[in-house]
C-alpha cells in the first residue's frame, strides 16, 4: 500500500498544496516522502469532514484510537502506523487534530481569539508539533510551543484568505467579538478593521514560529522558506486592500519564490 499512497502523497501535494509542495523541495530527502505521506493523512482528513464524507466520523474515529495505542484500522491510521516505525510520532497530537476536526463536524463556533487559538492549533499547530519530532530538535521544551504557534499562524492566515468562501458554506472563523468590536460586518469593503487586527494576531504568532526553527535539527530552510512564503499571503491581503474586493489573496508564484529564496 505504501507505493500506491506514496505515489498519491507527492500528486495531492503539488495538486491541492502548491505552496507547502514548493518548500518540500528543501527538505532533506530522507524525510522529504514521510512528510508527503503525513500530508496525505491530514489533508485525507480535511477533505472527509470539509466534504462531508459519509465516513469522515469513522475514519477520526480509527487515527484516533491508533493514538491511544488501540488497533490499527483504516487508510490513514495504517499510514501512521508505518510511519511511526520510522519517526517518533507525538499520538497525541493527532488525537488533538482529530478534536479539530470533529469542532468542524459539530460546527463549534468561535466567540473569541481564545478559542480561535484552540482551534487553530488543534488543525495546524499539531501539525507543526509533528514536524518537529519528524525533523529533530536541539531543544524540546522550547521548540515545541514555536512549533505549534508556525502552525497556528498559517491556519490563521488560512482563516483571514478564506472568509468568503467559508462565508459561502455557511462557515465563520473569524471571532464574533473580533467582528462586533470591528464594524460587525465581513462583507467585502467593510472588514478593514476586523483583517487588520487578524493580521497583527498572525504577524505575533509567526514571530514566534519563526524564531523556533533554528532549535530544528534539520530542515530549517524548508520550514523557514514555508512559512514566510504563507506569511506573504497576509502581505497580499494588505496590498489588495484589506478585502476591499471579495475573493482569497493570491500570492504569484514569482514572488513565492523570491520570498522562499530570501527567507531565513
Not at 474515529?61 to 490513514?76: D, F, I, L, M, S
Not at 532549535?215 to 502581505?235: D, F, K, N, P, S
Request: proline share 3%.
Amino acid at each position: 500500500m505504501c507505493d500506491a499512497a506514496l505515489l498519491d502523497a507527492r500528486r495531492t501535494t503539488r495538486r491541492v498544496a502548491r505552496t507547502f509542495a514548493l518548500a518540500c523541495r528543501l527538505l532533506p530527502r530522507d524525510v522529504r516522502d514521510d512528510v508527503y505521506l503525513l500530508y496525505l493523512v491530514f489533508r485525507t482528513l480535511d477533505d472527509a469532514v470539509d466534504n462531508g464524507q459519509p465516513d469522515a466520523c469513522e475514519r477520526l474515529a480509527a487515527v484516533e484510537a491508533w493514538a491511544a495505542g488501540g488497533a490499527v484500522r483504516g487508510r490513514e491510521a495504517s499510514l501512521l502506523e508505518q510511519l511511526s516505525a520510522r519517526h517518533p510520532l507525538p499520538r497525541h497530537a493527532f488525537a488533538d487534530f482529530c478534536a479539530g476536526m470533529r469542532d468542524d463536524l459539530d460546527g463549534v463556533p468561535i466567540y473569541d481569539d481564545l478559542d480561535l487559538d484552540r482551534y487553530c492549533y488543534r488543525v495546524a499547530g499539531t501539525v507543526g508539533v509533528v514536524m518537529a519530532h519528524v525533523l529533530g530538535m536541539h531543544d524540546e521544551e522550547r521548540a515545541l510551543p514555536a512549533a505549534a504557534a508556525l502552525g497556528q499562524a498559517m491556519q490563521r492566515t488560512n482563516v483571514l484568505r478564506d472568509i468568503d468562501e467559508d462565508l459561502a458554506v455557511g462557515r465563520v472563523y473569524i471571532p464574533r467579538a473580533t467582528i462586533e468590536r470591528c464594524g460587525g460586518s465581513l462583507r467585502a469593503g467593510a472588514r478593514e478593521a476586523i483583517l487588520r487586527d487578524q493580521i497583527a494576531r498572525a504577524d505575533a504568532q509567526y514571530e514566534v514560529g519563526f524564531a523556533g526553527i533554528a532549535l530544528l535539527a534539520r530542515g530549517q530552510r524548508a520550514i523557514a522558506a514555508a512559512a514566510a512564503m504563507y506569511r506573504e499571503i497576509l502581505r497580499q491581503i494588505e496590498r489588495d486592500g484589506y478585502g476591499a474586493m471579495p475573493g482569497r489573496a493570491v500570492v504569484p508564484r514569482r514572488r513565492k519564490l523570491l520570498v522562499a529564496a530570501t527567507s531565513r
